[in-house]
Every structure is written in structure tokens, then in C-alpha cells.
């Protein structure tokens, strides 16, 4: 093993100590309307993974104003670390569109909270796997 493994492995286990949410990551299928009822069903979640994490709220974003259908909305950034060693089924990747909702946290406030992932990063010697997200209410 070599000193940046060595360093590595410090610093991952390091990371993966601040991590004291639990996030749920999952992609959704399209929703569905039925004509006959008029309502709208939302499509079938596949839970692509299910654990610890660290949610972060990116300090120099502080939230830009959309809109949204008829709706004004401001998007907040988050970043989600997860341990660097997590493997995800299938394919493995993040996609922009997939989700990640807050299940548990010291913050009780964040509980509940779904993000929208817009982006991943990838790389060899990162201490996390760090997943860029927005908050869409």
C-alpha cells in the first residue's frame, strides 16, 4: 500500500464519520394519468440505495427564483456524500432526475426532504462520492 493509500483511507473513513443523515437515492418512473378518474398516479421507485450520508447545503448558493409551470419556486443546491465504496446496482451511475429524499437526520428539519440530483462526480482520490442536488420546493 502506498502513502496515498494510506492517506486515502484516513481521509474516507474520516468523511464517512461526518455522515449522520440517512438518505434514501432512487430513480422514478414517468407518472401516470387516468383518463377515466382524472388524476394522476406517480410512478414506481426503484430505491437504488439506502444509508448513511452527509447533506450538505452548498454556502454560495443561495438559491435562485424559477419558474416553474405557472409557479414561482427557488432552487437551492445541496451536495449528498456517500461513502466512497458504495456500489449501486445495475449500471452504478447517478443520473440527473434521480432523487434523494432525507429520512433521518440530527436536523429533524431536514427529515423528509427530497433533492433532485443534477449531477455526480467521480474520481480515484475523493474521500466521498459527492452527488450535486437541488431542492425544488
Known sequence: MTTLDT???AG???AEARMRDTVRLYSQ???SFNRSTGTTAPGAQ???YSGKARVKAIAAATGRETEAGEREIVLREYEVHLPWSTVL???GRV???MRVEVTASPDARMVGLILWVTGATF???STAWRI???DRS
Open 7 to 9: 492517506v486515502l483511507t
Open 12 to 14: 474516507r473513513a474520516a
Open 29 to 31: 418512473a414517468p407518472d
Open 46 to 48: 426503484t430505491t437504488l
Open 89 to 91: 446496482p445495475g449500471a
Open 95 to 97: 443520473l440527473p432526475g
Open 123 to 125: 474520481s480515484d482520490q
Open 132 to 134: 450535486r442536488t437541488e
